[in-house]
T-cell receptor, first 115, second 112 residues
Framework: NSKVIQTPRYLVKGQGQKAKMRCIPE?????VFWYQQNKNNEFKFLIN????????QIDMTEKRFSAECPSNSPCSLEIQSSEAGDSALYLC?????????????FGPGTRLLVL | DAKTTQPDSMESTEGETVHLPCSHA???????IYWYRQVPLQGPEYVTH???QNTTNSMAFLAIASDRKSSTLILTHVSLRDAAVYHC?????????????FGKGAKLTVSP
């Protein structure tokens, strides 16, 4: 069973507000992924880290999203100015190396609703 | 772009054995086959994975075709708790930062 912890489980924001969510990866997992699952249950990869360094990120993440994984602190994903289209389930996953041979374990997600 | 093909849905009854098929005709030699399942309001749960050989664990048996172009997840003695959307995914390339590309998955319904 996954031991990835995500907080908060639910987040409600108004348009234009900041929305911040946190993720504690499984102990010993240096690679962290963030995904977005929309209301149509479609997944979108956002960004991933190895320790504190960004490995990959999509364009959307570069513009309105910021993410970090500081040493000895939870990872976080923040939307600078929330839009209605950002309403989704945000999933954090962690793995040993992020390579194809290492399983990604998911947390329960943070469900964001932007009014 | 999804690289796997699954049926949209499957139905079963408690106690039955269910075979969930997945086609991945363009799989690369170093890609692993992963299966996750997801219930509403929860993140995806890891079920199993394999590269070439069949694998088994407490949750399921994964049968991989000899040419690796298809696989079947076999759930024995299914219960209501097995009702979920099952995703068959090919892992990315070897090395760090290999993101997963989820498709729609196959919704398994289990009747009492």
């Amino acid at each position: 069973n996954s031991k990835v912890i995500q907080t908060p489980r639910y987040l409600v924001k108004g348009q234009g507000q900041k929305a911040k969510m946190r993720c504690i990866p499984e102990k010993g997992h240096p690679v962290v992924f963030w995904y977005q699952q929309n209301k149509n249950n479609e997944f979108k990869f956002l960004i991933n880290f190895q320790n504190q360094e960004v490995l990959q990120q999509i364009d959307m993440t570069e513009k309105r999203f910021s993410a970090e994984c500081p040493s000895n602190s939870p990872c976080s994903l923040e939307i600078q100015s929330s839009e209605a289209g950002d309403s989704a389930l945000y999933l954090c996953a962690s793995s040993l190396s992020g390579g194809g041979q290492d399983t990604q374990y998911f947390g329960p997600g943070t469900r964001l609703l932007v009014l | 772009d999804a690289k796997t093909t699954q049926p949209d849905s499957m139905e079963s009854t408690e106690g039955e054995t269910v075979h969930l098929p997945c086609s991945h005709a363009t799989i690369s030699g170093n890609e692993y086959i992963y299966w996750y399942r997801q219930v509403p309001l929860q993140g995806p749960e890891y079920v199993t994975h394999g590269l070439q050989q069949n694998t088994t664990n407490s949750m399921a048996f994964l049968a991989i075709a000899s040419d690796r172009k298809s696989s079947t997840l076999i759930l024995t003695h299914v219960s209501l708790r097995d009702a979920a959307v099952y995703h068959c995914i090919l892992s990315g390339q070897q090395g760090t930062g290999s993101k997963l590309s989820f498709g729609k998955g196959a919704k398994l319904t289990v009747s009492p």
